[in-house]
């Protein structure tokens, strides 16, 4: 375990990193998301996007070292998400749970991989703010998309009535924790490296 970073504010070493970091899980959740073209595939990416991604996640938490750094990344993907032709419910959803992922494990006076791996699933629930448009608001939503086909649209409202958008929350936590225990499975060495226990 290692004691709380200094109070200090973000350094130009600490932005890099958030780039960086922020580019690197974008790049993944854009590979995973192309999956989406299948409808099964789209059902699935509250649970495939948390796990995958959270390898790189936990890999940028080894180098988060301020408070702010986590809640800005969250903010970078609903951002992005705006930017790539998603809805504005990602970056309104990350804006909270990431300060709330941020607090977490930026809390009491060291950092371990339990927090860590929680700090994952909480920052995965973005991914989930993806379906409210899909969910509350279909008819707009894929008025503008028509280009997926009836089929596919009719496959997905029918497939997303109102009860699961909590369902896709819950999945997404979960599978962010996992995608956590997975991360940190694979990035041992360098969560040792970290000094995170």
């Known amino acids: 375990m290692i004691k709380t970073t200094s109070s200090k504010g973000l ?14 899980y974008f790049v993944v ?8 073209y299948v409808p099964i ?13 959270g390898i790189p996640f936990m890999l940028f938490l080894t180098k988060v070292k301020k408070f ?4 800005i990344m969250s ?17 309104i959803v990350g ?3 990431g300060l709330i992922a941020d607090l977490l494990y930026n809390s009491g006076t060291s950092k371990s991989s339990t927090k860590a791996i929680l700090t994952s699933g909480v920052f995965s629930l973005w991914v989930a703010a993806n379906y409210i448009p899909l969910i509350f608001t279909p008819a707009s939503y894929w008025s503008t998309r028509q280009e997926f086909g009836q089929e596919y649209i009719t496959t ?20 962010g924790i996992i995608g956590g225990f997975v991360g940190k499975a694979i ?9 995170i226990a």
């Open 68 to 71: 702010g750094m986590i809640w």
């Open 187 to 195: 990035l041992r060495k360098h969560f040792q490296r970290a000094g």
């Open 156 to 175: 997905m409202t029918n497939w997303l009535p109102k009860w699961m958008c909590p369902v896709l929350f819950i999945g997404a936590f979960v599978c």
């Open 95 to 97: 804006t909270f749970t």
């Open 75 to 91: 903010i970078i993907m609903g951002l992005l998400m705006l930017l790539t032709g998603m809805s504005y419910h990602a970056l």
């Open 29 to 36: 959740v854009f590979v995973v998301a192309m999956l989406g």
């Open 11 to 24: 350094q130009g070493k600490d932005l890099i990193n958030i780039g960086i970091y922020s580019a690197i």
């Open 41 to 53: 595939f789209m059902m699935l990416l509250p649970v495939l996007v948390p796990i995958i991604a």
